[in-house]
């Protein structure tokens, strides 16, 4: 599966595969360099299966939903992270709400939860608001 990303230079979309959204690439169109993802990317089902699957890096997913407050309070935080670990960790987001069977098959009982998978499985899951810098100390040590 591929997802698509606008060329800052251009703004042409351009298919990058799953497993090289952490990667530096180049606009296919006027060969501008496209950084690595540093913002977390609303994903679902099937984005989040080919995403997890294919990183050759962690991923931090927030399990979140429109209406919860706490969840609203991380988001700047989880932005934050994405953007600090851009290049080294993937950030996603799952709204429960809409993607209830993921949170489901990953026994989401409380959000916001953070869960960072390594190698296609969960290696660390933590529930409640977390700070940015939690959130970047958690992925690393998956690394």
Same mark, same amino acid.
């Given at each position: 599966?591929?997802?698509?990303?606008?060329?800052?230079a251009?703004?042409?979309?351009?298919?990058v595969?799953?497993?090289?959204?952490a990667?530096?690439?180049?606009?296919g169109a006027?060969?501008?360099?496209?950084?690595?993802l540093?913002?977390?990317l609303?994903?679902?089902e099937?984005?989040?299966?080919?995403?997890?699957?294919a990183?050759r890096?962690? @991923?931090?997913?927030d399990?979140?939903?429109? +209406?919860c407050? %706490?969840?609203?309070?991380?988001?700047?935080?989880v &932005?934050? #992270?994405a953007?600090?670990?851009a290049?080294r960790a993937?950030v996603l987001k799952?709204?429960?709400?809409?993607?209830?069977?993921?949170?489901?098959?990953?026994?989401?009982?409380?959000?916001?939860?953070?869960t @960072?998978?390594?190698d296609g499985?969960p290696? +660390?899951?933590? %529930?409640g608001v977390?700070g940015?810098?939690?959130? &970047?100390? #958690?992925v690393?040590?998956?690394?």
């Amino acid at each position: 599966m591929s997802l698509l990303r606008s060329c800052p230079a251009c703004g042409r979309s351009n298919r990058v595969p799953a497993g090289h959204l952490a990667d530096v690439g180049r606009c296919g169109a006027c060969h501008a360099q496209l950084r690595p993802l540093a913002e977390p990317l609303d994903a679902t089902e099937a984005q989040f299966d080919a995403i997890v699957g294919a990183a050759r890096v962690p @991923v931090l997913v927030d399990f979140w939903a429109p +209406w919860c407050g %706490p969840c609203r309070t991380a988001a700047p935080e989880v &932005e934050k #992270a994405a953007k600090a670990l851009a290049g080294r960790a993937i950030v996603l987001k799952v709204n429960t709400e809409s993607q209830p069977a993921l949170a489901q098959r990953f026994g989401v009982r409380s959000i916001p939860n953070f869960t @960072v998978f390594r190698d296609g499985q969960p290696v +660390w899951q933590q %529930p409640g608001v977390l700070g940015h810098g939690q959130l &970047e100390a #958690a992925v690393l040590r998956a690394v």
